[in-house]
């Protein structure tokens, strides 16, 4: 492999398209694990994809010789302090979009960091005496949300996109 930081971006953005061509496969498959391969899968499609930014903010970060253009954690070049140290305009609308908590960057951020949250159980109230002993208790739609195998593709193709927009702006002439 080439020595290039655009490698790593490709790399990790195909990664995440293998990940999600195992995931429809265990959706269109009867295996009995068939829910455990979703989740695995799911996990390592939001694992490459962070991957993948991370990989497009250290190209951008070592076009423009940044500082911090070996940080470890996108969260790390996407902020308000990296902009003001030195104008970059593909920084600046990456910065924006992961400030706004309904883009696909700032949810592909947040689903990452969900990752590395310790599992909790559903905090409950403490329960009058006088209540029934038998709850009703449904199974559908109490669990927290899942991303969808059609909302991973689409942050793949939006961050594909993006690193070749970029891609063209940072090509010296």
């Avoid at 295996?31 to 951008?60: D, K, P």
């Avoid at 308000?80 to 970059?88: F, H, Y």
């Avoid at 208790?137 to 927009?165: C, F, Y």
């Amino acid at each position: 492999m080439a020595h290039e930081l655009y490698t790593r971006t490709n790399q990790k953005i195909y990664f995440a398209g293998l990940a999600l061509e195992t995931m429809n496969k265990a959706l269109q498959g009867g295996a009995m694990n068939a829910q455990a391969l979703l989740q695995a899968e799911r996990e390592s499609a939001v694992f490459h994809l962070y991957g993948a930014l991370l990989g497009l903010c250290h190209e951008i970060a070592g076009f423009y010789r940044l500082p911090q253009a070996h940080a470890n954690r996108v969260e790390l070049l996407l902020t308000q302090e990296v902009l003001d140290a030195k104008a970059i305009p593909e920084l600046a609308e990456m910065v924006e979009l992961a400030r706004s908590p309904g883009t696909w960057l700032a949810q592909l951020v947040a689903a990452h960091a969900a990752l590395y949250q310790t599992l909790q159980a559903p905090k409950k109230i403490k329960a009058d005496v006088f209540q029934p002993l038998i709850e009703v208790v449904s199974v559908e739609g109490d669990g927290p949300e899942t991303l969808s195998r059609d909302t991973l593709e689409e942050w793949r193709q939006n961050l594909k996109k993006m690193a070749i927009r970029f891609r063209d702006g940072l090509n010296e002439c």
